[in-house]
């Protein structure tokens, strides 16, 4: 029986080519337990691929007809329709086995499209890292589960218990015996009712769908609001809404090849730092993020005069912290258009402007209704959207330059049959307009940058990499560290 | 500068989507030379990596703009153009690096969608195998090159001399040096003025294309010859039109995964019993596959009461030998459709019928001239072309049930700078109703299956490859050997 699909959803397989795949991806990396090593683990995984059962997720099999009318729907399959020999996969690095190796694998991975004729989604265990540990990458397509689902499935299968041993893998369905306990749970699964929950910052394409239909409705009563945000932005002090962005390489067409790298920063780092410079965890993502696509585009003499603009989903609780989010009431995710002050040269002085920018207009969101907060957001995302779904370039200007996000993930050690979660490192969708998305997660000690772009125009990204350690180090001494 | 595509060619990218990928690929299995290990072939391939030059046909891009009114049509990149980083790619095999692994791996690799945006060919260098050996992946889009160029490419750019050195890359300009001597030149390039070389047994889409404007422009002429055909065809006794075809799992619709497997065997054990059964190489293969696909589908329980009928390209030689071409005039290639006689329990009478059926078949194409040859082959390979084109099941009777060639590689060994080609496996296009295609390769000494299925319809092609040795054996007793 076809069970029909969510409108929003069935455009990621309508909106989808092979330039646009429109599927997100995780890497995480495990450490065996001591005393063992990769092949072990290893193993466990083929054990628990001789077991017979799939989580109903992994069985959802997208499927339209001539009796459907053409409309995309969901079969679920038996667990012994979905041939797992094709959805979980062992891969192994070339020699010698470091990161290069493995972004390299990742990022062609990333850039090839999902089997529709099965349940959309691939797992790949990937061998031969000379450090010892063991990668695992996910696929899945955002039809099925936008990026915090994705997330909170691999999340879901872990267990903060070191010492638990026969935990089912991350596509057998879940015993949650021992779940991870409630304050340390990882990003919230999206709820729609309440127009999304801090996830929704890893929807933004799914943000931007909705936007036709939300404001449509809401549109009237909301003017006030739109005009002061609107205004916000042309002087270019945030909101929801931009109109300032300037046109970079970044805001092209793109191929469909993709170019991923991820690094990690200890949290601690960056807390100091927000500290030192009153500022949020997530004003110095920005800020990093700010000098490093200043650093990678005047090297390469393609930086703009004008100041780019990034688009930055916000959780917006009434004492707002600079990462997570509950799951209690109130809780609201707007997005803002922020300043990246890439026009100025001093490090410091862009963080101010950052920090600033991002400081008043959630100030001005928190002033809306969380309808009108909805709207705005999905207003601002809507070109995004279109691109998304056009597969090209809308207006000559783009609306903004990159998107940037900053997802909390789990906050304590996450094990797996005993082998602990390094880093989760989320890959996402880039699109026609947008070759560049930067998302960080961070967990109990560190926080993870996953940049994903297109290949033909970012065709290698460890600069950006390396502008991201310099960043930090820069940051640290113009706030006198 | 737009240079205009062929219009068959344009077809291919017309006609592919994520489940109709439209390139063909080929496997090759280097040796490398003694005191060498296939590290050391890496490293030449890696020094290759770092020259600046690109064969053309490699630096052909495929576009199509508003200027060319939605028409396909060539670029041609410079050599700095082309991002080698990503035609050229280094994989391995997980442990223990394997037929399983590797065949695994390349099953992947063939189906999955190639860069429409880059010029469309990918080289995967394949290290990991436990024997010492080091495998190269070739893929190149249909529209570029058909199966038969792409092994040229291949073939051309190794020597027949193991001492030669400082050879360039299969994607570098070649410099023909010490090129392959003509008496043992691999598979002719294809020649669409006298209607295909022998290479166009590699190229049965191309001449599925090509029928509707042959047939149309040729078919008043043909009509005799036509109902001369037809009606071999219904008799069952060979012909190029197939009336008679049972429906298999086979000739269903297919997904977009891949599923390869390859095998060789020594060419002396099946030309000792062709001799013995006076019949050609050509024959042994159809017989063993014919008994491979009844023990297959008879072991499902879905063997048809009715004989399979495969669809087979023929070289018309006036003195037919069982392999092989020359660029000498003359040189026909038909297609026939052969019945397996997969209805009969015992192996010798399914050689004697394929043996008879191929005969008649052929003497029935030389009473025609080259013109109604072409016609009428391109009759009978026009569903296959249609299905291709059209994505889907267009008559419930299939025309045939599975394409099976055999094409003479290169007659001596051949080398790469000192390592020795092994085997080249080549791996065709499955289709809508057409999930199977079996293509063998014969080098000096041995004849190479390989064999490119759908995953979906074919989720383990090993157990067909046990059935191909089966039935040598079983063919070798039944003619007394």
């Known amino acids: 029986m076809l069970l029909p699909m969510a409108p929003t959803d069935s455009l990621f397989l309508l909106g989808e080519s092979r330039e646009h795949p429109m599927h997100v991806g995780g890497l995480a990396l495990f450490t065996p337990p001591d005393g063992t090593s990769a092949a072990d683990l290893r193993e466990m995984f083929e054990t628990a691929l001789t077991g017979d059962r799939v989580t109903p997720l992994f069985r959802k099999r997208a499927r339209r007809s001539l009796t459907s009318l053409g409309q995309w729907g969901w079969d679920t399959l038996a667990d012994h329709q979905v041939d797992l020999g094709h959805h979980v996969r062992r891969d192994a690095l070339p020699r010698p086995g470091g990161t290069d190796e493995l972004m390299a694998l990742v990022s062609r991975l990333h850039g090839t499209l999902l089997d529709r004729s099965r349940p959309l989604w691939e797992m790949h265990l990937i061998e031969g890292l000379a450090d010892g540990r063991y990668a695992v990458y996910t696929k899945i397509h955002h039809a099925l589960a936008d990026g915090a689902s994705a997330m909170n499935l691999l999340a879901g299968s872990l267990s903060a218990d070191p010492h638990r041993r026969h935990m089912p893998a991350p596509w057998q369905p879940q015993t949650h015996l021992t779940a991870v306990p409630t304050p340390h749970e990882p990003v919230q699964p999206m709820d729609s ?15 931007a769908l909705r936007a036709g239909r939300t404001v449509a409705g809401e549109v009237a009563g909301l003017l006030p609001a739109a005009i002061n945000t609107l205004d916000r932005a042309a002087r ?9 962005a300037p046109h970079t390489v ?3 067409s793109i191929g469909g090849a993709r170019q991923v790298a991820a690094r990690t920063f200890p949290l601690e780092r960056i807390r100091l730092l927000a500290k030192h410079a009153d500022a949020t965890v997530n004003d110095i993502v920005l800020a990093m993020s700010a000098g490093t696509l200043r650093g990678y585009l005047h090297a390469r003499n393609a930086l703009p005069a004008d100041p780019l603009i990034a688009m930055v989903p916000v959780s917006l609780r009434p004492t707002d912290t600079e990462s997570g989010g509950s799951a209690a009431g109130g809780n609201r995710v707007g997005v803002l258009m922020c300043n ?3 026009h100025l040269p001093d490090p410091g002085h862009r963080l101010e402007t950052v920090r600033d920018c991002m400081r008043e ?3 001005a969101l928190r002033e809306m209704s969380p309808a009108q907060v909805l709207a705005m957001s999905a207003l601002g995302a809507a070109p995004l959207g279109m691109e998304l779904l056009l597969g090209r370039r809308g207006p000559l200007r783009p609306p903004f330059n990159v998107v940037i996000s900053n997802v909390a993930g789990p906050r304590t050690p996450l094990y797996w049959n005993g082998a602990r979660l390094d880093a989760l490192y989320p890959l996402s969708i880039p ?29 290698d990204l460890n600069p950006m990499l390396d502008h991201l350690d310099t960043e930090l180090d820069t940051l640290e001494r113009a706030v006198g560290l």
Chains 1, 2 share one sequence.
């Open 340 to 342: 990246l002050a890439t």
């Open 236 to 244: 270019g002090t945030g909101g929801a809404v931009s109109l300032t």
């Open 361 to 363: 207009g959630k100030a």
């Open 431 to 459: 699109t026609t307009g947008q070759a560049l998305n930067i998302t960080c997660t961070s967990n109990d000690d560190q926080i993870a940058f996953g940049l994903t772009g297109c290949r033909s125009t970012l065709p």
């Open 193 to 207: 009712a309440s127009g999304g929950g801090l996830s929704a910052a890893l929807d933004l394409p799914g943000l």
């Open 250 to 252: 970044l805001n092209g």
